[in-house]
């Protein structure tokens, strides 16, 4: 006989088990299948990690390169133990993990482990080593991720051609490292591993890095930082193959019409990612996928067929887990009857790179396609945070976008120290329709980063306090703040 | 073999869900394309959903009593894509235009992807549209108020906002809230934030039912104090001398039961009632208070209150002006009808210049009616009566003799209807009643 659900959720990673667990709080008699591993691509090979090594990569960077300056002696060189640092960083992701499963336990969500496959829009086949079972349910979410794209020539073995995945599981310090495909995942890993010694050099197609992922002016703060630690970068350059180098790698690069060969131990491809949308048979049972792959889906999440939902990097860009989650609780509350849809202005973005990068609204170019013609932009510096300023970490800035006529904060760019734990007060402010001087006129806490924001909105007024700016009486025509 | 939902389709402008009445068909029952499946009732009517394409009913997804929303799967059909043997092999074809011919609200999964992208695509551009639509990048509101709004169905683009730049405000959405149902599109909607809302508590213990107030009922209580809170009423009250009348339609009677209808006052009282509001054009008109104008309607669209299980709803006659007794009589007929049925369509119960209360023939002598607004008046017509009255001959004798008599009252819009010209209006609607052979010289 085959299970029977009011819910039941396709994958478990930050989408879908956090759909699992709202819909059994809604009262919904709910499962969630999944085949690989808890929490998903974040909680075990993405997000956290990634994160975990690239907090010990800094750790030691600063006692490399601040603690004698600080008077902190560090008797001889820091030795790097790569295995222990893999066994911490799955305690740490077992831990997450371990979390989420007993989440869904405690919540009563039924935990499938298996391969899903639907056999009609209200039946699915869960097949385990234990065999095949049916599994009945009303409503599907569909929150199956994404994988790494491969592209011609680099299949994916995991020793010398590495996923994202296999670059954060290196139990052994690497020498030298390729890098194809200067986005965020590929500066995050590279950056990392150059932390802890690896020549690293990174590939890239487009003219610059992280094109179309962060404010260009960020962009540079970072690519300087990358020059300074030793890593290499080759923009407009294509990767045409590879062929094994003794025990290493020879990646063949085209870079203005001409062919260079990269040696190197091993080589990373992250060129970005693609939905899982052709597997668990979506196509079979009539979903429609667009070009690109998504599941296509409405401003509700729902599928062609109404009682299918999609959530997540399966369903739509920015492939972001914070994304896959608001979608996931919105998509169970929907089923649970309740009137949703997704409604925000912004979905946040940080980039693990040094000094961290953090997003949230529109850049300079976004605002203006948007119509707004008139735009305030200004900027503060870290070397003027006093917080910053101690943690010798003084790189980057706070910039805030503004519509000139209300004041209205469009968007926020951080590069800086703790960029990603400074986004979310932007991202409040940019929902709220916060105006400059409300962020202004905000008391922040001194001595901190958060400060940087406040003489952002400060500086984008004209009259920041801890930089030189023009007299106030010299700006005619500043609109009066509460006017 | 494939199963495919049926969706709720659009209902109507501004209308984004319905509670099932009932169900039409069960487990097991075969349906044709275009067969009505199931009864919603909306905030305006009750509508019969139609299945887009054929099959058997394979699940009933929703329940009689359920507030189903636009776009919701409603049920599953089990369609036989490759006409096996119980299918007639004349619906092979048919089934296979179906989704071509099905509206594109009404969309299902196709039983086979490859065959058909390009359908998909055009069904899934529209066909998964949300209602109301999901904010524009543009818009401003906090969180929370574009939840209450989604909760509410404001359409939040369509908000003014009254905050600072241009912010739509908690208040913004409570205002709007309601301007998307029976009311004309583009009325304004006044001050509807300040209408108060008091809770009602009874005595510990007391025996109450409480039932939600919703569908119809709902949308009358909406619209009552919408026009109560905007509109100053006042009523003017007079008695008609209809002893003519009277004999008048005697004499037509046979007349119209030779040509298949049966007449009533009603279409006489319409009739006059046209030639006196051409007399008094402020009588057919609107005040837009948004624009801070008044709006003279050059149609003449009558609304008739008609009394159904569901509550009052008020049919209306399009271009009343330019139709016979005998059509207008038929008519009547025919939307009061449908009214008490719950089968009329929501555009006609739209777009009345001015409005007719027939409540005489229930009862009372007078009575002060609700304005339908946006329109500016509305006449009461009430019963019959037998009175006598004393008569003077030309020697100055008197003597008692007897007339038919019938009251009217004319309640109108004081902000743009005066007193003085209210009375002159009833005076001249009521010179037409008395005398039904003047209402020749009006005629079309």
Redesign the interface.
């Known amino acids: 006989m085959a299970l029977n659900f009011d819910v039941v959720v396709i994958g478990a990673g930050p989408g879908g088990y956090v759909c699992a667990i709202r819909s059994a709080q809604m009262g919904l008699k709910t499962a969630i299948v999944e085949r690989e591993y808890m929490g998903g691509v974040c909680l075990n090979v993405g997000c956290i990690p990634s994160k975990a090594l690239i907090t010990a990569g800094h750790f030691l960077h600063k006692m490399q390169h601040n603690a004698s300056e600080m008077g902190l002696k560090v008797p001889g060189e820091v030795g790097v133990d790569m295995a222990q640092m893999q066994k911490w960083k799955k305690s740490v992701c077992d831990r997450m993990a371990g979390g989420v499963e007993q989440l869904l336990k405690g919540n009563s969500v039924t935990i499938l482990k298996g391969e899903a496959s639907f056999k009609?829009?209200?039946e699915i086949s869960v097949k385990s080593s234990t065999g095949t079972e049916s599994v009945v349910a009303?409503n599907f979410v569909i929150a199956t991720g994404s994988r790494p794209i491969e592209i011609p020539g680099f299949a994916f073995d995991e020793k010398l051609v590495l996923s994202s995945t296999g670059g954060l599981a290196q139990t052994e310090k690497l020498k030298s490292l390729v890098v194809i495909g200067g986005g965020y995942i590929g500066l995050e890993i590279g950056s990392m591993l150059a932390n802890f010694g690896t020549k690293v050099t990174v590939v890239e197609a487009n003219k610059g890095l992280l094109v179309g992922l962060a404010d260009a002016e960020c962009v540079q703060v970072v690519q300087r930082k990358l020059k300074k630690s030793g890593v290499d970068v080759l923009l407009e350059a294509k990767a045409k193959g590879w062929k094994k180098d003794g025990s290493g790698v020879a990646v063949t690069v085209e870079v203005g019409g001409k062919e260079q060969v990269l040696k190197a131990e091993k080589v990373l491809v992250t060129v970005g990612r693609r939905p899982n949308s052709d597997q668990a048979n979506l196509?079979?049972?009539?979903?429609?996928i667009d070009e690109k792959g998504f599941v296509?889906?409405?401003?509700?999440r729902?599928?062609?067929?109404?009682?299918i939902f999609a959530i997540g990097d399966v369903a739509c860009q920015p492939m972001l887990a914070h994304k896959a989650s608001h979608e996931g609780v919105m998509v169970a509350e929907i089923i649970a009857g309740?009137?949703?849809?997704?409604?925000?202005?912004t979905v946040p973005s940080v980039i693990f790179v040094d000094p961290e990068i953090a997003a949230a609204g529109m850049t300079e170019e976004e605002a203006k396609a948007?119509?707004y013609t008139d735009l305030k932009i200004g900027k503060f510096p870290f070397g003027a945070n006093g917080r910053a300023v101690s943690l010798m970490e003084t790189d980057g800035f706070v910039k805030v976008i503004a519509?000139a006529?209300?004041?209205?904060v469009l968007g926020v760019h951080i590069v800086g120290p703790e960029a990603s734990n400074l986004i979310s007060e932007a991202a409040l402010a940019v929902?709220?329709?916060a105006?400059l001087e409300d962020l202004a006129l905000t008391i922040h806490p001194h001595p901190t980063l958060g400060e940087t924001m406040m003489e952002a909105a400060e500086a984008t007024l004209g009259h920041a306090i801890h930089i030189i700016q023009k007299p106030l009486g010299a700006k005619p025509g500043t609109p009066r703040a509460h006017a | 073999m494939a199963t495919k939902n049926v969706q709720l389709p659009e209902l109507g402008e501004g209308v984004t869900e319905g509670e099932l009445v009932k169900w039409l068909v069960k487990v097991g029952d075969q349906v044709k394309p275009d067969q009505a499946v199931a009864e919603m009732m909306t905030d305006k009517a009750t509508v019969e959903v139609p299945s887009p394409f054929g099959g058997v009913v394979k699940e009933i997804l929703k329940k009689e009593g359920d507030v189903v929303e636009v776009g919701m799967a409603m049920l599953s059909l089990e369609t036989d894509a490759s006409a096996g043997a119980s299918a007639p092999a004349a619906s092979a074809p048919k089934s296979a235009s179906a989704p071509a011919q099905a509206p594109a609200a009404m969309m299902a999964a196709p039983a086979t992807s490859a065959k058909a992208p390009a359908s998909v695509a055009a069904a899934s551009a529209s066909g998964l549209d949300v209602v109301p639509p999901a904010m524009d990048a543009k818009v401003l509101a906090t969180p929370a108020t574009r939840r209450m709004a989604r909760e509410m169905g404001v359409n939040l683009n369509q908000v003014r906002g009254t905050g600072l730049a241009g912010r739509v405000t908690r208040e913004d959405v409570l205002t709007a809230q309601g301007g998307a149902g029976a009311v004309a599109a583009g009325s304004p909607m006044v001050a509807k934030a300040s209408i108060p809302r008091p809770a009602y508590q009874g005595p510990a213990g007391a025996v109450e039912e409480r039932v939600a107030l919703k569908g119809i009922r709902k949308k009358i209580a909406e619209n009552m104090q919408m026009a109560k809170h905007v509109v100053p009423h006042f009523t003017l009250m007079d008695e008609a001398n209809v002893t003519a009348l009277v004999a008048m339609r005697e004499e037509l009677k046979a007349a119209g039961e030779k040509a298949g209808t049966k007449i009533t006052y009603l279409p006489f009282v319409m009739k006059a009632l046209m030639a006196t509001i051409r007399e008094f054009p402020m009588f057919n008109a609107s005040i837009d208070d948004a624009a801070q104008e008044i709006v003279y309607k050059k149609y003449f669209n009558l609304g008739f209150a008609a009394d159904t299980p569901n509550g009052l709803l008020v049919p209306v006659i399009k271009h009343a002006d330019q139709k016979t007794v005998l059509e207008l009589s038929r008519e009547i007929i025919d939307l009061a009808k449908r009214a008490r049925d719950g089968k009329l369509a929501l555009d006609e119960m739209k777009g009345a210049t001015i409005t007719i209360t027939n409540i005489g023939s229930v009862g009372g002598q007078y009575a002060t009616p609700i304005i339908n607004h946006p329109e500016v008046a509305i006449l009461g017509m009430y019963k019959i009566q037998e009175k006598p009255v004393i008569k003077r001959d030309a020697s100055g004798a008197m003597s008692l003799d007897s007339i038919k008599t019938m009251n009217f009252t004319i309640t109108a819009d004081h902000r743009l209807i005066d007193g003085a010209v209210a009375a002159n209006f009833l005076k001249a609607f009521i010179t037409r009643i008395e005398n039904p052979g003047v209402l020749m010289l009006d005629m079309m």
């Open positions: 009609s829009a209200t009303k196509k079979g049972i009539g979903l429609a296509k889906v409405n401003a509700q729902r599928t062609n067929i109404a009682n309740q009137k949703r849809a997704y409604e925000v202005k948007a119509g519509d006529k209300t004041h209205i929902e709220m329709g105006r």
